[in-house]
């Protein structure tokens, strides 16, 4: 450090008696002072330089320096003499004797360069490339200072041992003791390529991030652009959330067809605005298999009695294996109703099982035939006269052709049997078909006369 | 750094250019194009059924529907020129216009909330013209569900299309295989 302070006390005192100016370089550039020793160029003026060279400086004069400015390829040739040294003497003033005009304007040239920015990146950044795997490797820096008096941090002196041991026109120099003393170098770039490369790297990373956000835009932009398009076409939570910013909590699931609810009955108004309601689908017949026993069918033999199925079949014979008929009974329904007489019924029909493992289960295959022709009875009135109500009850034998074939009185005011029987007679079904086959069906029906108000 | 940040505006401004490029352009040409219709913005259940005399020679279907308004905004759904209300065939899924069937006055249905709609039809139809209370005969039932099947065993579904909202209300059909006017009843 003293010896540093004292370099600054030369340049500063050296540079008031200067006629030209000392100008930085920033660039490298070697200088050959003689035979056996060289150095790099500190500073340079149109009137000399200063020099910082690979061993002392013993000579008072320099008569043929030969250096190379990066503005160049030409070599200069010029002579100087010592101005000044330092205590190392390896640092040095030199003043230009007899300088070529050529070489002045070379010089000038390069003055002129140096002192340009744009010119000097280029030269700059080819320098700190040459100069990055020394400069890796200092440990510890020292504080020198320039001719212009301002004090810089430099790198370690061995990274100017480097750039000798790569010249071609210096010799290799004797490496230094590790106690030699720290010297002046020429200016270190004032970005570390380090630093330099790591700054690019950032730079790759942040341009890459940028454009991903760029990509990021694009693609909400697109977003947006398609729910423009959308517009009011939205599902109920994106308009929901397009009207109040928020989604209904209870929207059911979208019905679908085959969600749907089915009509379970069909309502009916008249003009009195009186109701009725109808199931819309036609009563489902279920079977009662309650009667099953070991006896087989007799469809025939059986149809008269089939309110008794369950009693055992009068012809049937014990060699042939045979069941009892199962009875079905249809639900009771209303077949019409006037001023004076309301008409209920109840079907019923009794259906032969089979045993064999091929044979069809009770009831497969069974079409009821439905009544299609209905004739009310008239109020008798001599029943009327006598005001005589009541319900007359009556079983029906229905013929597999679908007529009438039986009828019966069950129970009943007897003045109104007459009427009843005759109208119930008129009734006409069509046939019942159990697997394709017409067979009989039974029916309890029942007359409920009232009299007219 | 100074060239980093250099990077970082140039690429933003490049960035905004290719938005606005991209989305200018498309605006336009999607503009004509129409827009897509909502189907669940209004969402309609089969209710059921009814069949009123109108006269002794005439009657009105009325198929009945629960509505639910799911948007944030109320509605009025009502007869105009640009409602149009059509059929779904179960045959060849076309769209037809149903014989007659109207939109019964208007419905009005606030933001997220229930309502019930009516679409009806007059048909002529000989009322039975001995119907006392509480009791229909069972051939009289046929009349009534043959009138009912007539009407709606082709019918997938009717569809509402409001072409102001842009809103497609799907009346989903409640009478499929149950309203056969056949006197069979088959047990398996």
Do not use: C
Not at chain 1, 388 to 393: A, D, F, Q
């Amino acid at each position: 450090m003293a010896e540093s302070s004292e370099l600054i006390g030369n340049f500063s005192s050296d540079a008031n008696r200067r006629i030209h100016a000392r100008h930085r370089i920033r660039s490298l550039a070697y200088v050959e002072l003689g035979e056996n020793n060289g150095g790099i160029v500190l500073n340079i003026g149109e009137g000399g330089f200063a020099v910082r060279a690979a061993e002392a400086i013993i000579e008072d004069s320099l008569p043929q320096m030969r250096f190379q400015t990066h503005t160049s390829a030409k070599q200069l040739i010029a002579s100087g003499e010592i101005v000044w040294t330092g205590n190392s003497r390896k640092e040095a003033g030199v003043r230009f004797v007899d300088l070529p005009a050529d070489a002045l304007g070379e010089i000038k040239t390069w003055i002129s360069e140096e002192e340009s920015p744009v010119n000097f990146k280029k030269p700059m950044m080819a320098v700190a490339r040459r100069t990055a795997r020394t400069n890796t490797s200092a440990s510890e820096r020292i504080v020198e200072a320039t001719e212009v008096g301002e004090v810089i941090e430099t790198s370690e002196p061995r990274r100017a041992e480097s750039y000798f041991s790569r010249s071609s026109i210096f010799q290799q120099p004797p490496k230094q003791s590790p106690n030699a003393e720290p010297t002046a170098v020429s200016e270190k770039p004032p970005v570390n390529w380090l630093d330099f490369r790591v700054q690019i790297g950032a730079g790759w990373m942040l341009a890459a991030f940028v454009i991903f956000l760029v990509a990021i835009s694009f693609a909400a932009g697109m977003a947006i652009r398609k729910r423009d398009f959308v517009g009011p076409s939205l599902g109920p939570q994106d308009q929901a959330s397009q009207n109040n910013g928020e989604i209904p909590s209870s929207v059911p699931p979208a019905t679908s067809p085959a969600a749907a609810a089915k009509i379970s009955n069909i309502e009916i108004v008249d003009s009195s605005n009186r109701q009725w309601t109808i199931p819309a689908k036609p009563p489902i017949v279920h079977a009662n298999q309650d009667a099953a026993s070991s006896s087989a069918p007799n469809m025939e033999a059986d149809s008269s009695n089939a309110t008794r199925a369950a009693q055992p079949n009068p012809i049937s014979s014990p060699a042939v294996e045979k069941k009892s008929p199962v009875l079905l009974s249809l639900p009771e329904t209303s077949l019409g109703a006037s001023d004076t007489v309301a008409i209920s019924s109840q079907r019923s029909l009794s259906v032969p099982t089979d045993s064999s493992p091929g044979g069809s289960q009770p009831g497969k295959n069974l079409h009821v035939g439905q009544l299609v022709n209905l004739v009310e009875p008239v109020y008798p009135p001599d029943a009327q006269k006598n005001h005589v109500e009541g319900t007359v009850k009556l079983h029906a034998t229905i013929g597999a052709d679908g007529a009438i074939k039986d009828l019966k009185t069950l129970s009943g005011p007897p003045s109104l049997f007459p009427a009843a029987l005759t109208a119930v007679r008129e009734w006409r079904y069509n046939p019942t078909l159990l697997n394709g086959q017409p067979i009989e069906t039974q029916e309890d029906i029942s007359l409920v006369f009232r009299l007219p108000k | 750094m100074k060239y980093l940040f250099l990077i970082l505006a140039f690429l933003a401004a490049a960035g905004g250019v290719v938005l606005f490029v991209s989305r200018a352009p498309v605006k336009q040409e999607v503009a004509p194009q129409p827009e897509e219709w909502n189907s669940g913005a209004i969402r309609s259940s089969f209710s059921g059924i009814q069949v009123r005399e109108i006269d002794p020679a005439h009657v009105e279907l009325i198929f009945s529907y629960d509505l639910e308004n799911t948007t944030g905004s109320d509605y009025r759904l009502a007869s105009g020129p640009n409602v149009a209300l059509v059929a779904q065939f179960k045959s060849d899924g076309s769209l037809r216009a149903p014989d007659a069937i109207r939109i019964d006055g208007s419905v009005f249905l606030p933001a997220r909330s229930h309502g019930h709609f009516a679409l009806k039809a007059s048909r002529p139809f000989n009322w039975p013209s001995q119907m006392v209370p509480g009791q229909v005969g069972p051939i009289t039932q046929d009349k009534f569900r043959s009138l009912v099947s007539n009407e709606v065993s082709n019918v997938q579904e009717f569809i509402l299309f409001d072409q102001t909202a842009r809103y497609k209300i799907e009346f989903p059909s409640g009478w499929q295989g149950s309203t056969s006017a056949s006197s069979a009843a088959a047990l398996n």
